[in-house]
């Protein structure tokens, strides 16, 4: 009842900037990102890819309210390094990882094409006693 179209959710409107940097004046060498029309999704990604670089003292996020679309992401490094440019190097990193991922995802269903087995519901069974897709193999095993 109280929430706004769903639209309002991840589409920007004319003028909004996606980012918003806000330099922390108490934290030496951190900066907070907001980021709008995104969510716990994206937020989760970032703090993570954020914290595998070295050069990280800390980093985390939150939503301040469910409601509102955007989250804050709160960066500090060790000082060889801005937080600006530890989130950019993040979100390259990130891209990169994710089209790795969807090309293996791409290049295992095509192998189950080639194979040839034809499943008999929509989670992969086949005919066989109970067998799963991949006939033992892990989803893991790309």
């Known amino acids: 009842m109280n929430a706004p179209p769903r639209f309002e959710l991840f589409v920007l409107d004319d003028g909004e900037k996606p ?5 922390d004046t108490k934290i030496p060498n951190a900066a907070t990102f907001k980021i709008v029309k995104q969510d716990h999704t994206l937020g989760n990604m970032l703090r993570a890819q954020v914290l595998a670089m ?3 003292l800390f980093a985390g996020y939150k939503v301040p309210h469910p409601l509102h679309p955007y989250f804050l992401l709160k ?9 600006q440019t530890v989130l950019e190097q993040a979100c390259t990193k990130l891209i990169t990882t994710l089209s790795a991922l969807e090309a293996k995802f ?9 194979e040839g087995t ?6 992969g069974a086949t005919g066989t006693g109970g067998q799963t897709w991949g006939a ?5 095993d790309f």
């Open 19 to 23: 980012v918003e940097v806000t330099e």
């Open 54 to 56: 070295p050069q990280v």
């Open 75 to 83: 960066i500090q490094t060790d000082g060889t390094i801005t937080p």
């Open 106 to 114: 791409k290049r295992e269903f095509s192998f189950k094409d080639v």
């Open 118 to 123: 034809v499943a008999e519901d929509p989670y």
């Open 136 to 140: 033992g193999r892990d989803y893991l």
